[in-house]
């Protein structure tokens, strides 16, 4: 083997071994021979757009794969829907929070920068209108300007809730891993509408329209989509079915992967905040049949990895479970699940033993007694 | 194949049109046809390639090893002929319009 066609074979490493097998020797001869012909040593670009193209046939995120297809078709609506989705939450979310008159002295004119990045999310389903064929970049602008926008926040005590930005960034997920890097404009009416639904949904589910934090989508929002779940679930499962059983795979396939990350969000939510009712065993149920449909459409492409199975569950839980949950458990550290004090008008914060689950404090504006807490509160 | 032909695939089809050619052959056939305008990185090549044999508007049509290396040449196929004769035609009515209105507008001579 000579020098330099063991230097592109270590770039042919990205690709499942029966597709580096069968197409492995025609990459490299493609390769040496231009860079014979222009003299000039391959680009960065050459090797990674060959790498990106091997780890695309490892994780069967390609054109022919039911996966890279249904990955396409979820791309534009999962963008539009966190757009609405900002959209609602910025004005029943963030706007009745901001508006309490009693966090202003404290946090100033914004309680978190969440509307900042509902913002940047608007806008940037608005330029994937503008400019399709940067819908891939524009998607990674939002989720990285969001991930690290809700780092700084949470430094400086302006974070919004974690959970709906976990919602948020899944939701660019699909663009981002889509193999078509561009949106079509014909698919612009179907994305409205696949969008239009799931907020419609998510409002029907969530919190009745109220002004003042208690009510608000911030503060209860999540609580009552994990309460709600469920009847969505069934929803979904119908829709499923009923598009398999008319062979329409891809879009069956498209519906779980925007399903995806409100089934994470509603069955992981409640682990972080222990002391809420909500049908666990159900979500988590849901949330694992969810992961299993994942792992069988990821792992049923035409090159399949060396370990399939371990590969489909790979890629489905640490790319899109592992957004949603771990980040947004990790980064939120505290709860901000409604508190079992329904009638109290003052911003709390709940103290929580990992251990039990118990309520320890809840440290308020004004002292509040817990339901069954055994210490006493405290006041801040 | 979707009804929407992107320049990058027009350009490879197009090339593929004077006959079987292999990777290289067809990316330097696109920087020659696009003047070049486009330059086709070999990982696009062949995700382009998997996709146009995927949905049998491109095959293989033989291979030969040349300085101890594989050359797998492609060709299009029926199919894929036609698809290139449509989108040639297509492209060439909506110019022969555009030209037609700069000429009725003073645009060009």
């Given at each position: ?6 230097r592109f ?5 990205f ?5 580096r097998?069968?197409r492995?020797d025609e990459?490299?001869?493609t390769?040496q021979e231009?860079e ?7 680009s960065?670009g050459?090797?990674l ?17 039911t996966?890279?297809?249904a990955?396409?078709l979820?791309a534009?609506p999962?963008l539009?829907?966190g757009a609405l989705?900002?959209t609602y939450l ?12 009693f966090?202003h ?20 389903v608005?330029?994937?209108?503008e ?7 524009i998607a990674s602008i ?9 780092i700084?926040?949470?430094?400086v005590h302006?974070n ?6 976990a919602?948020l960034?899944?939701?660019g997920?699909?663009?981002v ?6 949106a079509?404009?014909?698919r ?7 969008a239009?639904g799931?907020v419609?949904t ?5 919190p ?8 608000s ?6 609580y009552?989509?994990?309460l709600h779940m ?7 499962m119908a ?6 059983i008319?062979?329409?795979k891809?879009?069956a ?8 990350p409100?089934?994470?969000?509603a ?9 809420v009712?909500s049908?666990?065993?159900?979500n ?6 969810w992961t299993s449909?994942m792992?069988v459409?990821a792992t ?6 060396q370990h399939?199975?371990?590969a ?5 839980i640490?790319l899109i479970g592992?957004?949603?949950a ?7 550290g505290s709860s901000e699940?409604p508190?079992p004090v329904?009638?109290?008008?003052y ?8 251990a039990?689950?118990?309520?320890l404090?809840?440290r ?6 817990p339901?069954?807490?055994h210490?006493?509160?405290t006041?801040? | 194949?979707?009804?929407e ?12 049109a004077?006959?079987?050619k292999h990777g290289?052959?067809?990316i ?5 046809l696009?003047?070049?305008?486009v330059?086709l990185?070999?990982?696009?090549l062949?995700t382009?390639?998997?996709r146009?044999v995927?949905e049998?508007?491109?095959e ?6 040349v ?7 492609y060709?299009?196929t029926k199919?894929?002929a036609?698809e290139?004769?449509a989108?040639s ?5 909506v110019?022969k319009?555009?030209l037609?209105?700069?000429?009725l507008?003073?645009g060009i001579?």
């Amino acid at each position: 083997m000579s020098g330099e066609h063991a230097r592109f074979e270590s770039l042919l490493k990205f690709y499942p071994a029966s597709y580096r097998k069968e197409r492995g020797d025609e990459i490299i001869a493609t390769l040496q021979e231009a860079e014979e012909v222009s003299g000039i040593t391959a680009s960065i670009g050459d090797r990674l757009s060959i790498a990106t193209h091997g780890l695309q046939v490892r994780f069967g995120l390609t054109t022919e794969t039911t996966l890279g297809k249904a990955l396409d078709l979820a791309a534009t609506p999962g963008l539009v829907m966190g757009a609405l989705l900002g959209t609602y939450l910025l004005i029943w979310g963030d706007l009745p929070v901001m508006s309490a008159r009693f966090f202003h002295p404290t946090f100033g004119p914004f309680l978190s920068i969440g509307p900042l990045f509902y913002v940047v999310w608007i806008l940037g389903v608005g330029a994937v209108f503008e400019w399709p064929q940067f819908r891939r970049r524009i998607a990674s602008i939002c989720m990285v300007v969001t991930i690290t926008g809700e780092i700084i926040a949470k430094a400086v005590h302006r974070n919004p809730n974690m959970w709906e930005i976990a919602l948020l960034v899944s939701l660019g997920l699909p663009s981002v891993l889509a193999p078509v890097g561009l949106a079509t404009r014909r698919r612009v009416w179907q994305s409205l509408a696949v969008a239009l639904g799931a907020v419609v949904t998510f409002a029907l589910i969530s919190p009745p329209v109220q002004v003042g934090f208690f009510e608000s989508v911030y503060w209860n929002g999540m609580y009552r989509l994990s309460l709600h779940m469920p009847f969505v679930d069934v929803l979904v499962m119908a829709i499923v079915v009923t598009l398999q059983i008319r062979h329409q795979k891809e879009i069956a396939a498209a519906a779980l992967i925007l399903s995806g990350p409100w089934v994470a969000v509603a069955a992981l939510y409640p682990f972080f905040t222990p002391y809420v009712s909500s049908p666990r065993e159900l979500n988590m149920g849901v949330l694992v049949l969810w992961t299993s449909a994942m792992a069988v459409i990821a792992t049923s492409g035409r090159y399949r990895p060396q370990h399939p199975r371990f590969a489909g569950m790979l890629t489905v839980i640490v790319l899109i479970g592992g957004v949603t949950a771990v980040g947004a458990g990790i980064l939120s550290g505290s709860s901000e699940a409604p508190l079992p004090v329904a009638s109290a008008s003052y911003p709390c914060r709940a103290l929580i033993s990992p251990a039990t689950g118990e309520v320890l404090s809840i440290r308020c504006s004004r002292v509040v007694q817990p339901p069954g807490a055994h210490s006493s509160p405290t006041t801040s | 194949m979707t009804k929407e032909m992107r320049e990058p695939t027009f350009l490879v089809l197009a090339t593929l049109a004077a006959g079987k050619k292999h990777g290289y052959a067809i990316i330097q056939g696109v920087e020659h046809l696009s003047d070049g305008h486009v330059e086709l990185k070999a990982g696009t090549l062949y995700t382009m390639l998997d996709r146009l044999v995927f949905e049998n508007i491109i095959e293989v049509a033989g291979e030969e090893v040349v300085n101890g290396r594989l050359r797998r040449y492609y060709q299009l196929t029926k199919n894929g002929a036609g698809e290139l004769s449509a989108e040639s035609q297509r492209r060439v009515s909506v110019s022969k319009v555009a030209l037609r209105r700069l000429r009725l507008s003073g645009g060009i001579a």
